[in-house]
């Protein structure tokens, strides 16, 4: 079973519940919490949507580790061919 971490309304502390449909006393007031239905579909659609921002920062680096070793091969590439180009030159003059 999932458990997800929400504050109490009342004391705002922490307080773990497991991700079930049912009331739950917060062990720092003994306010009782209900967690509902709309509560769970809530919870489960907030932590998916986590999920994906993680997903989505995750392949946007990685998509920049891999442009910023593009652009370095590139310019290792360009830098090369300057240097047959002056090789070839040098070979002309001589
Ligand atoms: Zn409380």
């Known amino acids: 079973m999932r458990k997800i971490v929400l504050k109490c309304p009342k004391c705002k502390k922490k307080m773990k519940i497991s991700d079930k449909v049912a ?10 919490y209900k967690y509902t239905k709309l509560k769970k579909v809530y919870f489960s659609v907030a932590l998916v949507a986590r999920d994906f921002l993680v997903t989505i920062k995750e392949f946007s680096s990685a998509i920049k580790g891999k442009y910023a070793a593009f652009k370095n091969t590139y310019k290792y590439m360009k ?4 240097n047959q180009k002056k090789a070839k030159k040098a070979k002309k003059w001589k």
Not at 23 to 32: A, I
Not at 79 to 82: A, F, N, W
């Open 23 to 32: 009331k739950y006393r917060c062990p720092n007031c003994g306010e009782v």
């Open 79 to 82: 830098s090369l061919k300057k």
